[in-house]
């Protein structure tokens, strides 16, 4: 499509529980980047990928959270056993080549933990 | 450490004069800066970018000037318009290294008729 597309546009779930965003980028875009919006102005990176492989993942947390961009599927951002802490938005951007390129950003998810 | 710093929250302009926003940076790896607009409830949208190469990026009312040496750069908007009201964010990221964007913490911009 034209544009990133992020679901759902809100989650809520219990501390502990599993919590599961999706993302499909841009038709032809080859990389896709996760954010996480904390304290509502603070943008913290969480991974990239180059089509279905890692290409960044020094922003994920080491335990609990994981992703995945396989083919022909919307990417995925899951947190397994949630925390109050993980309660953020978090926005999916995708860009069409590597370097001077801009990321054009989805209207992102809400997760709430409660 | 926050390496991209917008240092006004907030700023308000009378429709039809200039509107500057600015940005601070820290690491003379980034080179290459972009700004973003955002609504509430959306997400950030692509407004204007610039390469470490150039000094000067316009685009319809929207300029985008970058001071390498001052690590420093401000996006001008003439004339503003009530639509211009939203957060602005400034981002930069190091295209030899992740591609990933570092962010500043926006500045709300209130554009008043």
């Known amino acids: 499509g034209e544009e990133v597309a992020q679901t759902p546009k809100h989650l809520v779930r219990g501390e502990g529980q599993k919590a599961k965003l999706y993302c499909a980028p841009i038709k032809g875009h080859s990389y896709v980047f996760w954010y996480q919006q904390v304290l509502k102005n603070e943008f913290k990176f969480l991974i990239s990928f180059q089509n279905e492989n890692v290409f960044d993942e020094t922003g994920m947390p080491k335990e609990r959270f994981s992703a995945k961009c396989l083919p022909n599927s919307p990417c995925s951002l899951e947190i397994q056993a949630t925390k109050l802490e993980d309660s953020a938005v978090y926005f999916c951007?995708?860009?069409?080549?590597?370097?001077?390129?801009?990321?054009?950003f989805g209207d992102g998810t809400r997760l709430s933990i409660l | 450490d926050q390496q991209v710093k917008q240092n006004s929250p907030s700023l308000s302009v009378q429709e039809g004069r200039i509107s500057i926003l600015n940005c601070d940076y820290t690491n003379s790896m980034f080179d290459y800066f972009l700004w973003y607009k955002k609504y509430p409830a959306e997400g950030p949208t692509f407004l204007i970018s610039i390469s470490s190469i150039k000094d000067k990026n316009e685009d319809g009312r929207f300029t985008v000037f970058l001071n390498k040496s001052a690590k420093h750069l401000s996006l001008h908007i003439v004339p503003s318009q009530p639509g211009d009201s939203a957060v602005y964010f400034c981002?930069?990221?190091?295209?030899?290294?992740?591609?990933?964007?570092?962010f500043g913490t926006g500045t709300r911009l209130t554009v008043i008729p």
């Open positions: 951007a995708s860009s069409q080549f590597y370097g001077s390129q801009p990321q054009h």
């Open positions: 981002a930069a990221s190091d295209q030899t290294g992740a591609n990933n964007l570092f």
